[in-house]
Each structure stands twice: as structure tokens, then as C-alpha cells.
């Protein structure tokens, strides 16, 4: 599975952005695909992730109540909207994709990654 990431940019704290990532390749229902993002002394940081079967959701605390994981089947395309976004969430995002059926938090679960897309959110 190969995965490609679009969207991200600068926004003032309390603004929205709207990521896309899209799969493809040998793409079959029983997948996961998740957000992780990059911050400073950490490793990747789990963001939020979907089953793509069943379309539950799972995210982490510090983005749960304003970020918002969703899916187009036709599309093969995961989004992640991000709306009251704080500076503290400016990161490198990167879309990560495995095989499997629970949604699990470890980066190092996760086979396919994208290149990554800034966002920056100034106070």
C-alpha cells in the first residue's frame, strides 16, 4: 500500500485545515490507516487512526473534541480535519497504513508512510 498526503499549510490559532491522504496499490478492506505527527523530543505521536472495514475511529487525548478522522470508500482517501488547532499542534503530519483490524497507536506497527505536510499554527 502506498500512501500520499495533501493539504496542511499555516492557519491562527482557533483556524481549521483539512488533510487528505489517499492509498493505493494492493488496498483491501482490512486496513488501518492513521495520523501521526512529529513534535520535538518525541518519537512519532500518534494522532488519530481508522478502521477501514468497520470505520471506527480511535484518537489521541490531546486532539479528541476537535479533530475529526474520516474516510471516502470511492476515493480511498482518509481525511483529518482539524478544527480550534493551538500552536502547539504544529507538526510535520504524516499518513501511515497497515494491514490488520485494530487500530493501534505505535508507529512502528504501521508498513506505509508518506512524505509528510506541514502544519504550522501561529498564536
Do not use: H
Not at 22 to 33: D, F, N
Not at 63 to 87: C, E
Not at 91 to 96: I, R
Amino acid at each position: 500500500v502506498q500512501v500520499v498526503e495533501s493539504g496542511g499549510g499555516s492557519v491562527q490559532a482557533g483556524g481549521s485545515l483539512r488533510l487528505s491522504c489517499t492509498a493505493s496499490g494492493r488496498t483491501s478492506r482490512s486496513y488501518i490507516m492513521a495520523w501521526f505527527r512529529l513534535t520535538p523530543g518525541k518519537d512519532r505521536e500518534f494522532v488519530a487512526g481508522i478502521n477501514w472495514s468497520s470505520g471506527s475511529s480511535v484518537y489521541a487525548d490531546s486532539v479528541k473534541g476537535r479533530f475529526t478522522i474520516s474516510k471516502d470508500d470511492a476515493k480511498n482517501t482518509v481525511y483529518l480535519q482539524m478544527d480550534s488547532l493551538k500552536p502547539e499542534d504544529t507538526a510535520p503530519y504524516y499518513c501511515a497504513a497497515r494491514f490488520g483490524m485494530q487500530v493501534t497507536r505505535r508507529y512502528a506497527d504501521f508498513t506505509s508512510w508518506g512524505q509528510g505536510t506541514q502544519v504550522t499554527v501561529s498564536s
